[in-house]
């Protein structure tokens, strides 16, 4: 029997912005997450955010299960158009048993309140409600959900608003603000993060990679990204075990 293929949700008038990130979170969730240990659909986090939105086309086409990584470019992919929902990633470095995991979901601001959409293998470590009043809280109640799984939370990496513009040849920035946490005092990272946060809302920040993107094209080179020998990207998820 042919799997049925989930369809794409689409944004209706009557709904509120918390009912469409749920619609969205639950498409996500028919997809449901990739055991397999091979990924279906490479993601190079340098590729300009136009790339990276044609991989997340091919998601829907093909409805193959996705992992944290692919479940942040969908996330982007599906609030486009949507200017009233801000989205950044959230980057999580955690130690269990002797080893080191790397977990990623998509942060979303809205109205006052933050939020997340994601896949995780955890039904707390993915998506969580629209209701956190600032960023700090957000990322604690991760922190605290990592603890059931005994995870110590090492290092929290934010990046900036990714632009709605689903053709910008600018990469996503995935961490413009990076805090060791297991080294901090909660109330220097509640500081940290509030600041980040403020910034982020007054649009002040400017992505890092933007500035080596002028360089590169003032100097007449093309601005695709570079293949490195390695693929770290592949790796965040493959081994999140969250």
Request: glycine letters at 4%; a positive charge; one cysteine or more.
């Amino acid at each position: 029997v042919q799997p049925s293929v989930p369809p794409v949700p689409n944004y209706k008038l009557c709904m509120s912005i918390p009912e469409w990130l749920q619609a969205i979170q639950t498409y996500m969730k028919m997809l449901q997450y990739n055991h397999t240990g091979t990924q279906f659909f490479e993601i190079r986090k340098t590729r300009p955010l136009s790339g990276l939105m044609e991989t997340a086309r091919e998601m829907t086409r093909e409805s193959l299960p996705i992992k944290c990584l692919e479940a942040v470019i969908l996330g982007i992919y599906l609030t486009n158009g949507q200017p009233s929902v801000e989205r950044f990633p959230i980057s999580f470095k955690t130690h269990f048993s002797g080893n080191y995991f790397h977990h990623v979901v998509l942060g979303i601001y809205c109205n006052g309140r933050y939020g997340s959409l994601g896949m995780s293998r955890r039904s707390d470590l993915m998506d969580k409600p629209l209701t956190y009043r600032t960023l700090s809280d957000l990322i604690f109640e991760f922190e605290d959900s990592y603890k059931k799984y005994l995870h110590s939370v090492k290092k929290v990496k934010i990046g900036l608003y990714v632009p709605h513009e689903p053709h910008s040849f600018q990469p996503i920035e995935w961490k413009q603000l990076v805090l060791n946490v297991s080294k901090m005092m909660r109330t220097d990272v509640r500081k940290e993060l509030e600041k980040f946060a403020r910034d982020m809302r007054m649009k002040i920040l400017k992505p890092s990679s933007a500035h080596s993107a002028v360089k590169e094209r003032s100097r007449g080179k093309s601005l695709s990204p570079r293949r490195r020998p390695a693929s770290p990207q592949r790796r965040p998820c493959r081994r999140d075990k969250s």
